[in-house]
């Protein structure tokens, strides 16, 4: 009977270390482009979080580990893998890529490149990050409610408009969110001028937009809405790589 106690006792204990429970969020939404919807989850922890979306291509799946400093994109089971040394030398790349199409823009015809800077300042160079000229500023401009959630309601210079609640108001503390500032830093050299969502989540009053936003709405139409906001006790093995994913070489590794 006491071999048994121990053998059960030993049992729990392994589960246990196996996959434990941490106090977390728990975020689902919706984001609305180009006639598609897709949904998207969040599980968030002070020094990690893990972001999931249902597109056409199947479930995608990023991780950020705050503490390990790097990522992984995930997609099909398969996985790449950056650190953060790997984010400063992409950012350094994409500057020195930059300056030289600017240099080569010069040479360019009047109307041929017209259409260059168009495309920069359109959705393909706000998706890479290329399309801010000036630093995005935000106006508040009126209080809405949405999904329930007092908000205000804020607009930008270039565009965008977005719905922010405090933390309190969704029930959770600004500490519940600090991963956001800490992903936004590690992600800098690639963001600089990209006006995302983490730089939303990261920013308290910097650029005149304060709370956390719970809808957005880009120049181009593009919707992000949050339907749920839940304090929740998250499994670990959540942020872990898992057994069956099996690792591709990163972008870093492409362009060396």
Known sequence: MKILNILLFSVIVVSMLASSLLAGVYISGTVKDDGKTENMEMFVLPDRMRFETMTDKGKEIVIYRDDLKKFWMVNNDKYMEMTEEDMK???????????????QMQSLPPEKRKMMEQMMKGKMGEKM????????EWKKVGSEKVNDWECNKYKSNDGKTAWT??????????????VFEKAQNFFSEMMKNNDSFLKYTATDDNDGLSGFPVKTVTSDGQEQILNEVTKKDLDSNL?????????ENSPMMKMQ
């Open 89 to 103: 030398k992409m950012g350094a790349q994409m500057n020195d890529a930059m300056k030289e199409m600017e240099k």
């Open 129 to 136: 990050g290329l399309s801010q000229e000036t630093k995005t």
């Open 165 to 178: 609640a405090e933390p309190r108001e969704l029930g959770v503390t600004k500490e519940d969110f600090q």
């Open 239 to 247: 942020f872990e790589l898992q057994k069956d994913w099996k690792k």
